[in-house]
């Protein structure tokens, strides 16, 4: 009885250690068949058809806030270039080969080829039920990098909420004379806050010389008001997040916390 209980144990431990061997190695297949899969959205002289249901959002905006970054340059190509050569350059359409996949947690890491057997590198992230493509040799920092350092801030940006009030950037020498107040006409008082503001080093914008207005009228309609001055020599930073919105952080107002635009075009209303 007790050898038939030692080989009836054998028998399960080797059923389970080939099972378990089988669903590794099957495991292995499927998730590299989804890499593969995905590999066709890597961004190249654009981005793909149906990109932004096969991305993640930080990989898509990321690449398509660099695409809109893109300075006029006469035509010339600058260093823009990167964007446009993701898998580029092989002979026809990319060939891609699946090396080996990793899983971390919700994340693949792959190692691919081309057909000139360069190795890259891609991650993919779960999302949904289904893994979307979330970055290829690292180009969504190269993006985010390139948005930083070529972003041209000027225009006028609303406030994301109710868009109600505008912050105008004016190119000045080296950086932005800026203006923030109502976009409504006709009110009884105005907020104007003014600053100019230059490259902070870290790929945002700052200043130290922000003043605060308040502008009062005694009727609607009139032109004539008095004006309050609040502060000067206000300190404050502007920087782009990864969707392309600009933050304020206004050093004079601890209590406002960051106020968050996005690019407006209203000369189309």
Known sequence: MRITRII???????????SASSCGSRTDKELKAVVLDMCKY???HGLKEDAGENLTQSYFKAYS????????NDGMIGDEEFLYYFVSGQDGEPEFKVKSVKQKGDSLIAKITLQDNTLHTVKLVKDGGRYLLDDFDDTKQQ????????????GEWAEKTAERIVAAFTREG???KVCIGWREEGLAQYEIWEMTAVQDGEGGLAY???????RRYERQGDKEYKEETI????KGTFRLNEEGELVWTDGNDAEQGETVFIKANFSTE
Do not use: W
């Open 208 to 214: 130290d010389d922000g003043s605060y207005k308040i």
């Open 174 to 176: 080296e950086g932005y």
């Open 42 to 44: 890597i961004p190249d």
């Open 8 to 18: 009836l144990a054998a028998a399960v431990m080797a059923v389970i250690s080939f």
């Open 143 to 154: 993006c985010l990098d390139f948005i930083k350092s070529h972003r041209d801030y000027s």
């Open 231 to 234: 502060y000067t020599e206000g």
């Open 65 to 72: 806030g660099a695409l809109n970054s893109i300075p006029e």
